[in-house]
């Protein structure tokens, strides 16, 4: 049986996108952070892991980015990517109205994707409060309840998934959003996967310090007539307006165009690491 492991904890996106790729006849393992995903994986605790890089509203995750920075010397690499819908819950106790809720917890991120409608919808006087997780949001409901007076915890809420309020019996209340709501997981492991129909490669790359390094170093994907889906800057944080490079573009490594843009790449940069080349979710 395949152990996964994945950030969690359990009911939270990353763990529903998990359930939809990897079905119910795999073990799961949560993690508390991306680096302990990641270390799982390493230590081969896990088979995969489960990480989220980007959403489609509010951008990159740069945890995930991070770890990818210092993990440069793992065995681990990005085997395949999920693409999935995100869909926000306001959960309460049964019976409580929006417009009375004084405090909303959730994951910051689900808290910048859900404010124009907390906005519309909540009273002008309300405070969020940030949780590691959506579904920490909802144990936080539900813990605030048990030690508060009645009057005073009917006017919290937490936005998360309806699965983590069904298992404690909260009420919930779909989030409606106009615009298109997905985030990109990446799955990682220790074994590159076959080459597929459509693939995708990830790199990293540190810049010489040269004048035009950048167009540089763009310039080979241009001339092989690749298509960069992602580009993504990130500080070192090892020196002063140094950073590195995370770049998506369309392909396979072992394509001989692609192999000669990342050749040609080499040699405009001072670092320069393959992440993993991988099927495409769509």
Not at 50 to 65: D, F, M, Q, R, Y
Not at 130 to 151: F, G, Q, Y
Not at 267 to 274: A, G, I, K
Request: proline fraction near 6%; aromatic fraction near 8%.
């Amino acid at each position: 049986m395949r152990t996964i492991a994945y950030l969690g904890p359990e009911h939270t996106n990353t763990h529903l996108a998990a359930l939809k790729r990897f079905g119910r006849g795999s073990r799961y393992v949560h993690a508390p952070t991306v680096d302990s995903v990641f270390t799982l994986v390493e230590r081969d605790k896990a088979d995969y892991g489960v990480v989220p890089i980007e959403n489609s509203l509010e951008g990159a995750v740069t945890h995930t980015l991070d770890r990818f920075i210092d993990f440069r010397g793992s065995p681990v690499c990005i085997v395949g990517e999920i693409e999935f819908p995100i869909r926000h819950y306001f959960i309460t106790r049964p019976g409580v109205k929006p417009p009375t809720v004084q405090a909303v917890y959730s994951h910051p991120q689900a808290l910048a994707q859900c404010q124009q409608w907390i906005d519309e919808h909540l009273s002008k006087q309300r405070w969020l409060i940030e949780t590691n997780s959506t579904a920490e949001a909802v144990e936080d409901v539900v813990r605030h309840d048990s030690r508060s007076a009645a009057w005073h915890s009917k006017r919290v809420a937490a936005i998360g998934s309806r699965e983590a309020a069904r298992k404690h019996g909260l009420a919930v209340l779909p989030i409606t959003e106009d615009r298109e709501n997905k985030t990109r997981f990446l799955i990682i492991g220790k074994h590159s996967p076959a080459k597929a129909a459509r693939n995708k490669t990830s790199i990293l790359l540190a810049l010489k310090d040269a004048p035009g390094a950048l167009h540089d170093a763009l310039v080979p994907f241009k001339r092989e007539r690749i298509n960069l889906t992602k580009i993504e800057s990130r500080p070192s944080k090892k020196k002063a307006w140094e950073y590195y490079f995370f770049i998506d573009v369309e392909g396979h490594v072992e394509e001989p165009r692609v192999k000669r843009a990342l050749m040609a790449l080499a040699r405009s940069t001072s670092l320069l690491r393959v992440l993993g080349s991988y099927p495409t979710a769509r």
